[in-house]
Antibody, heavy 118, light 106 residues
Framework: EVQLVESGGGLVQPGGSLRLSCAAS????????MHWVRQAPGKGPVWVSH????????NYADSVKGRFTISRDNAKNTLYLQMSSLRAEDTAVYYC???????????WGRGTLVTVSS | SYELTQSPSVSVSPGQTASISCSGD??????ICWYQQKPGQSPLLLIF???KRPSGIPERFSGSNSGNTATLTISGTQAMDEADYYC?????????FGGGTKVTVL
């Protein structure tokens, strides 16, 4: 069974940093385009970032560009999202998900909650 | 930037048909996906490439996409279908989600 498990969320003060992890089982992350998507409380999902299969290309939403960095550890089969200079508006559940060759997202992890507040 | 617009809510009686719309400029020229999300859960893929259902998704869920509007149809709606539904597409390699439609089964 393919499974994605996020961790690393929590309460952080504005301006602080946090690193999210997404551990994969049942699939090899380095074979797939992987994405981070976030969802603020009561709102719809919003795309945050992606990394391509070989790790040579990354992209970010304008709202996080320059503050967030996506990366991957192939040996650990784990995806990361390093977040810095966090703002209140970054408060959300963060999901990692795999993009299929047919351009849909499946599976999704259960998400990890990031709360930015003083 | 490209936008997808969904009506905020839809109410349906058990056994009836629910139609959830998603609109965007020339949306019919793009592929659309639909996700279901229940409280406290992650999104679940229902429909991809406008009309295709992944294995395990009941046949009562169907999709269409033409012109500026894509539609998710739930035939014979069941109480378990009460959830938020999101459409999603790609525009110039950018991922776009709709704002979501809350389906209430009365």
């Amino acid at each position: 069974e393919v499974q994605l498990v996020e961790s690393g969320g929590g309460l952080v003060q504005p301006g602080g940093s946090l690193r999210l992890s997404c551990a994969a089982s049942g699939l090899t992350l380095s074979s797939h385009w992987m994405h981070w998507v976030r969802q603020a409380p009561g709102k719809g999902p919003v795309w945050v970032s992606h990394i391509n299969a070989d790790g040579s290309s990354t992209n970010y939403a304008d709202s996080v560009k320059g503050r967030f960095t996506i990366s991957r550890d192939n040996a650990k089969n784990t995806l990361y999202l390093q977040m810095s200079s966090l703002r209140a508006e970054d408060t959300a559940v963060y999901y990692c998900t795999k993009r299929s060759p047919n351009w849909y997202f499946d599976p999704w992890g259960r998400g990890t909650l990031v709360t930015v507040s003083s | 930037s490209y936008e997808l617009t969904q009506s905020p809510s839809v109410s349906v009686s058990p056994g009836q048909t629910a139609s959830i719309s998603c609109s965007g400029d020339k949306l019919g020229d793009k592929y659309i996906c639909w996700y279901q999300q229940k409280p406290g859960q992650s999104p679940l893929l229902l429909i991809f490439q406008d009309t295709k259902r992944p294995s395990g998704i009941p046949e009562r869920f169907s999709g269409s996409n033409s012109g500026n509007t894509a539609t998710l149809t739930i035939s014979g709606t069941q109480a378990m279908d009460e959830a938020d539904y999101y459409c999603q597409t790609w525009d110039s390699s950018t991922v776009v989600f709709g704002g979501g439609t809350k389906v209430t089964v009365l």
